[in-house]
């Protein structure tokens, strides 16, 4: 079983649907959390950066982490065919300590498409 | 805003051959960090680096290498090349900005190994 759990999709919803994206995971050491866009062809691009259980909002996106049950979500309000992308979930267990940190713990990614 | 460059963008190798793939932070970012993603598949953490040491060590091969070198600037070393190293490999370079680390991935290099 890999430590963190995505459904691949493809998931397809109309122009102006809220799109919920989902992670699981097993290790109960991550702490922190974050999702990320990923376009064809190109390198994954930050979205949002989530440490404690709860919500944090920025524009039309929404994180949610919810430590005791080991699920962490992303909302996407007002969707635009601009958003059809991959969205990786990824954690880690340790922040930036000033020596380095681990690297990242990512999601298969769930492949998203925007139908105008 | 500088970005993360890496080159090549593309390399095509034949099994057995040696790769060499560099990565160029962002100016004064001090952590870099290597990622493989094969197809339809996700990032996979191969080593990272803080100023100029081994920070981090992931799932790589112990046929694959990497350093960092003194302008930040590193490099990984891929030998006795196979098939299932046909991957893209993304380089991410960080910086602490208000108590938090960001990662900025790069446009990846695509090995594809014949």
């Known amino acids: 079983q890999k430590e963190v759990e995505q459904d691949p999709g493809p998931l397809s919803v109309p122009e102006g649907a809220i799109v919920s994206l989902n992670c699981t995971y097993s290790n109960s050491a991550f702490q922190y959390f974050m999702w990320y866009r990923q376009y064809s062809r190109k390198g994954p691009e930050l979205l949002m950066y989530t440490y404690s259980s709860g919500n944090k909002e920025d524009g039309r996106f929404t994180a949610q982490v919810d430590k005791s049950s080991k699920y962490i979500s992303l909302f996407i309000r007002d969707s635009q065919p601009s958003d059809s992308a991959t969205y990786l979930c990824?954690?880690?267990?340790?922040?930036?300590?000033?020596?380095?940190?681990?690297?990242?713990?990512f999601g298969k990614g769930t492949h998203l498409i925007i139908q105008p | 805003a500088a970005g993360v460059i890496q080159s090549p963008r593309h390399l095509i190798k034949e099994k057995r051959e040696t790769a060499t793939l560099k990565c160029y932070p962002i100016p004064r970012h001090d952590t870099v960090y290597w990622y493989q993603q094969g197809p339809g598949q996700d990032p996979q953490f191969l080593i990272s680096f803080y100023e100029k040491m081994q920070s981090d060590k992931g799932s790589i091969p112990d046929r694959f290498s990497a350093q960092q070198f003194s302008d930040y600037h590193s490099e990984l070393n891929m030998s006795s090349l196979e098939l299932g190293d046909s991957a893209l490999y993304f380089c991410?370079?960080?910086?602490?900005?208000?108590?938090?680390?960001?990662?900025?991935f790069g446009p990846g290099t695509r090995l594809l190994v014949l």
């Open positions: 990824a954690m880690r267990q340790r922040g930036y300590s000033g020596g380095g940190a681990d690297g990242l713990t």
């Open positions: 991410a370079s960080s910086l602490v900005a208000g108590g938090r680390e960001t990662q900025y």
